[in-house]
C-alpha cells in the first residue's frame, strides 16, 4: 500500500523557517517525481514545488522562488520542503503527492494527509 | 506560466443530473490534463489523466473530454457521494498549475 505521510507542520512567525518532510513507502520511491502542492484556508490548491527522480532537476511557482527548496533522500525514501522568509500568505496545508508512474502522464496519483503551516505573529 | 481558468466557480444540481465542469488554458498544449474530486479536510483524488483516461478504481460515471485549451469534466449520474469540489491541471510543463476549483453542490 503507498502511503505518504507529512511532518513538519506548526505555528511559525513571519520571517522565519520551517522544514518539512514526507516519509514514502509502498512503491519505489527513486523512479518517481515528487510534488508539494498547498492549500491556504477555504482556497484552492496550489502546486509549488517538484522534483526529479535524482534530484537534478527542480521546478517552483514564482511565488516562493528563493525562499522554498525542494529535496529528497532516496535512501530514506524521505522528500523534504525547507521554507526561509516565510509569508503570511504561506499559511497552508502543505501536501505531499506523487507524479504518477515513470514515462506517464504526470497526475498526482497519491497524496498524503498534509500537514498545516500557520505563519502569525 | 500556463492559466487556467475553470467554469463555473460553483453549481447546484441533484442527485441523477449529469453535470459539466469546463478547464480553459491560456496556451494549447497536448493532453497533459488532470482532473482530481476534493471532499472537505480530506486530500484530492485523481479522477481522470491524459484529458480522458479514467484513473484505477474511478467509477465509470466520471469522464473527461477535450483537446487543445478546452476541456470538460462530465460526471453523467451525480450520486451522493459526488458533492465535491473539482480541479483541474496542467502537468504539460512547470509550474503545473490547478484551475481554481468548481464546487458541486446539493441543490
Known amino acids: 500500500e503507498v502511503q505518504l505521510v507529512e511532518s513538519g507542520g506548526g505555528l511559525v512567525q513571519p520571517g522565519g523557517s520551517l522544514s518539512l518532510s514526507c516519509a514514502a513507502s509502498?512503491?519505489?520511491?527513486?523512479?518517481?517525481?515528487m510534488s508539494w502542492v498547498r492549500q491556504a484556508p477555504g482556497r484552492g490548491l496550489e502546486w509549488v514545488a517538484n522534483?526529479?527522480?535524482?534530484?537534478?532537476?527542480?521546478y517552483y511557482v514564482d511565488s516562493v522562488k528563493g525562499r522554498f527548496t525542494i529535496s529528497r533522500d532516496n535512501a530514506k525514501n524521505s522528500l523534504y520542503l525547507q521554507m526561509n522568509s516565510l509569508r503570511g500568505e504561506d499559511t497552508a496545508v502543505y501536501y505531499c503527492?506523487?507524479?504518477?508512474?515513470?514515462?506517464?502522464?504526470?497526475?498526482?496519483?497519491?497524496w498524503g494527509q498534509g500537514t498545516l503551516v500557520t505563519v502569525s505573529s | 506560466d500556463i492559466q487556467m481558468t475553470q467554469s463555473p466557480s460553483s453549481l447546484s444540481a441533484s442527485v441523477g443530473d449529469r453535470v459539466t465542469i469546463t478547464c480553459r488554458a491560456s496556451?494549447?498544449?497536448?493532453?497533459?490534463l488532470n482532473w482530481y474530486q476534493q471532499k472537505p479536510g480530506k486530500a484530492p483524488k485523481v479522477l481522470i489523466y491524459?484529458?480522458?483516461a479514467l484513473q484505477s478504481g474511478v467509477p465509470s460515471r466520471f469522464s473527461g473530454s477535450g483537446s487543445g485549451t478546452d476541456f470538460t469534466l462530465t460526471i453523467s449520474s451525480l450520486q451522493p457521494e459526488d458533492f465535491a469540489t473539482y480541479y483541474c491541471?496542467?502537468?504539460?510543463?512547470?509550474?503545473?498549475?490547478f484551475g481554481q476549483g468548481t464546487k458541486v453542490e446539493v441543490k
Open positions: 509502498g512503491f519505489t520511491f527513486s523512479s518517481s517525481w
Open positions: 491524459a484529458a480522458s
Open positions: 522534483i526529479k527522480q535524482d534530484g537534478r532537476e527542480k
Open positions: 491541471q496542467q502537468s504539460y510543463v512547470a509550474p503545473r498549475t
Open positions: 496556451q494549447s498544449f497536448n493532453n497533459y
Open positions: 503527492a506523487r507524479e504518477g508512474e515513470p514515462g506517464g502522464w504526470r497526475q498526482l496519483d497519491y
